[in-house]
C-alpha cells in the first residue's frame, strides 16, 4: 500500500522537576540546600531515511511522545536528560501545520539535515539556586516546563528529476523499466500502476538522475478522477516532465487531445507545474501504422507548442539512448530540485511587549489566566511562606496586579488563579 499523507500529534518530553533537598553531613548540623536540577525534555527530530517512499509507517501510529527528563536529586545532582525521539520520513517529506495547512519544514532542504519540530522542556532549577542571604532555607524548587506539542501534516512530495506522466496504458512504466533498474508492475491493462515508482538512471560514471513514473492522470485529474489527485503532487518537484504518448493509436486514442488534456489537467492543478520544459516521447513507434495516424498533424502541434519530440519503443529499445541523453543535457540547464519554503511560524505568547494575561470577572471574583502564569505556578509550593512570597514577586513583576486594578479589583475582592484563591489585598 501507498501512503503519501498522514496527520499525527508529536510531543516533546517535559523537563524534569527541581529538588528541595538539604546538605546533610557528619559534624554540620544544617547544611545549605542542595537540591538538583531536573534534566530537559527529549525533542521530537525528523529525519530522512533515504530506503523508503512511503509513510506506511504512520498508517497505524498516530502519535509520538518523547520522554520526559529525570528530577533532580539532592547532593546537586542533575537529573537526567532525555533522549531525543526521532521519526524517519522518506526523502522529500513535507511537514505542514495541521489547523493551518503551512509548511513548516522541507526535508529535502539542507540534504535532508535533521529537523527539530518539537523542543523538550527545560528541567527546573533545585532549591539551591533559590538561596540568598534573607532565605537560607528555601523550601521550594521550580518544576520543569511543559514540552512543545502540535498535530502535523506529513505530505510526501517525491523527489525526482524528471516525471513521466501521460494517460493509462501509454507505456511509461515500460519506459522506466528499460532505462532504470525499477521493476514496476506492468499489464496491458488500465491502473496497473497504483502507485508511483521511482527509478535511478545512469548516464555514465557515477552521474545520473532520478525519474518517477506518476500514474493515473486523465480527465479530471485534478478534481480527483481516477488516480490524479492523489498522485499529482509527486511531480510538483520535478524538473522536467517526459510527456509520453501512444503513437500506435492502438486503442484509437488521438496523441494531440491526450497531449492537451494531460496538460489542462496540470494547469488546473498548478499553473507552475504546467509551465516546466516537457519533451514529447511518442512511444510504441514499433507498431506505428502511418496509414491510420496523421504523424503530420502531430509532429506539427509538437513544433507549434516548442516540444521537443522523441519517437522511441519501450519493448524494443529503439530510441531510448538518444532520449536519455538528451534528459542529461537537458537537466544540466535546468535549476535545483524545487525546496518549499517554511510558511508557518509559531505564534507568539508576548503580546505588546508584554506577556499575555486574560482577567475575566464574575461578581466578585476576577479569574486570571496565562500560559506563563500556569508554568510559574507548577514551580510553587503553596504551602511554603517563602514560596508564595516568591510567587506573589512574580505576579507583580508581570503586572498582573496593576492589570486587576485596572479591571476594576479592590480590597476583599477575591483573585482565582487556576484554583488558588485568595483576598486582594491592595
Known sequence: ????????????????????????????????????????????VFRVDEGTNTLLAFRYKHKFVAARGGDGKGGKFHGATAEDLVIMVPPGTLIRDAESGKVIHDMSENDGADFIACRGGRGGWGNRHFATP???????????????EREVILELKMIADVGLIGYPSVGKSSILARISAAKPKIADYHFTTLSPNL??????????????????????????????????RHVDRCRLLLHVVDISCFEGRDPVEDVKQIN????????????????????????????VVDVDAFEAFIRENGWELFYISAVTGEGVDALIRRVAVRLEELPPIKVYEQEYTPEDVVVSGERETLIRRENDTFFVEGEWIKNVMGQINFSNYESLNYFQKVLQNGGVFEALEKKGCRDSHTVSIYGFEFDYVK
Not at 508529536?10 to 538539604?22: C, E, L, P, T
Not at 507545474?273 to 506505428?288: F, G, H, Y
Open 134 to 148: 534573607t532565605r537560607q532555607v528555601p523550601m521550594f524548587a521550580k518544576n520543569g516546563t511543559e514540552g512543545q
Open 1 to 44: 500500500m501507498f501512503v503519501d499523507n498522514v496527520k499525527i500529534y508529536i510531543k516533546a518530553g517535559d523537563g524534569g522537576n527541581g529538588a528541595v533537598s538539604f546538605r546533610r553531613e557528619k559534624y554540620v548540623a544544617a547544611g545549605g540546600p542542595d537540591g538538583g536540577d531536573g534534566g530537559h525534555g527529549g525533542n521530537v
Open 264 to 291: 489542462y489537467e496540470l494547469a488546473r492543478y498548478s499553473p507552475e507545474l504546467a509551465e516546466r520544459p516537457q519533451i514529447i516521447v511518442a512511444n510504441k513507434c514499433d507498431s506505428l501504422d502511418r496509414e
Open 199 to 232: 527509478g535511478v538512471v545512469r548516464t555514465g560514471g557515477e552521474s545520473g538522475f532520478v525519474a518517477a513514473d506518476i500514474p493515473g492522470l486523465i480527465e479530471g485529474a485534478a478534481d480527483g478522477a481516477g488516480l490524479g489527485h492523489a498522485f499529482l
